[in-house]
Nanobody, 125 residues
């Protein structure tokens, strides 16, 4: 079983920055597409950013230019660097891993097989 743990969520002021981390127990982490999703109260889970084993990246439109996803395979870790945070970014942020390694950058939640518990990001006005 692959276990994921997210860290770094907290209360920040609008316009501020925050970096989230996700540590994976996957034995072949370098082959796993990885992603960040978020879910606000009453909202559906949405893709925020995905990074493939090729290090190709995909971003949700509202975070393009503000968020950066990266991975460090030597540490079995992915990051989400968030800048210019907005109140609309407030959500539980979830780390996910896909075992479907033949797809470099899956985007749908259904394409991810392993999930972390989430870390709360709250952006004040």
């Amino acid at each position: 079983q692959v276990h994921l743990g997210e860290f770094g969520g907290r209360l920040v002021q609008a316009g501020g920055s925050l970096r989230l981390s996700c540590v994976s127990s996957a034995r072949a982490f370098n082959t796993y597409p990885m992603g960040w999703f978020r879910q606000a109260p009453g909202e559906e889970r949405e893709m925020v950013a995905v990074i493939g084993w090729s290090e190709n990246t995909i971003y949700e439109d509202s975070v393009k230019g503000r968020f950066t996803i990266s991975r460090d395979n030597s540490k079995n870790t992915i990051y989400l660097q968030m800048t210019n945070l907005k109140p609309e970014d407030t959500a539980v942020y979830l780390c996910a891993a896909s075992g479907r390694t033949h797809y470099d950058t899956p985007q749908a939640a259904r394409d991810f097989d392993f999930w972390g518990q989430g870390t709360q990001v709250t952006v004040s006005s």
